[in-house]
Nanobody, 127 residues
Framework: QVQLVESGGGLVQTGGSLRLSCAASGRTFSDYIMGWFRQAPGKEREFVATINWSNSRTYYADSVKGRFTISRDNAKNTVYLQMNSLKPEDTAVYYC????????????????????WGQGIQVTVSS
């Protein structure tokens, strides 16, 4: 089992920044591909960003590309999502997720492939 706990959410004005953290415990962190997803009110959960185990490969949704940066610190068992130039449409509950990589050196954009999920954290961007 892997436990994931998000932190760093909150209320920010348009154009502001937030950094989300997701602390993992229970297994070897570097064995897992990590991803961030979000769910806005009345909408389905959607992919935001993902990173491979070694920090060498990342992938972003078009809606956040150039504004958000995913990174990880395997020594701290933590994945981050730096969010800049925030917009009201970024308002959502953000979830981190982990997929056992089984030796893969790639990332993962498919929600259904993730094995573990955090409880989610609210990010609200005011206009």
């Amino acid at each position: 089992q892997v436990q994931l706990v998000e932190s760093g959410g909150g209320l920010v004005q348009t154009g502001g920044s937030l950094r989300l953290s997701c602390a993992a415990s229970g297994r070897t962190f570097s064995d897992y591909i990590m991803g961030w997803f979000r769910q806005a009110p009345g909408k389905e959960r959607e992919f935001v960003a993902t990173i491979n185990w070694s920090n060498s490969r990342t992938y972003y949704a078009d809606s956040v590309k150039g504004r958000f940066t995913i990174s990880r610190d395997n020594a701290k068992n933590t994945v981050y999502l730096q969010m800049n130039s925030l917009k009201p449409e970024d308002t959502a509950v953000y979830y981190c997720a982990a997929e056992f990589r089984g030796g893969s050196n790639w990332y993962q954009i498919r929600e259904s492939e993730y094995d573990y999920w955090g409880q989610g954290i609210q990010v609200t961007v005011s206009s």
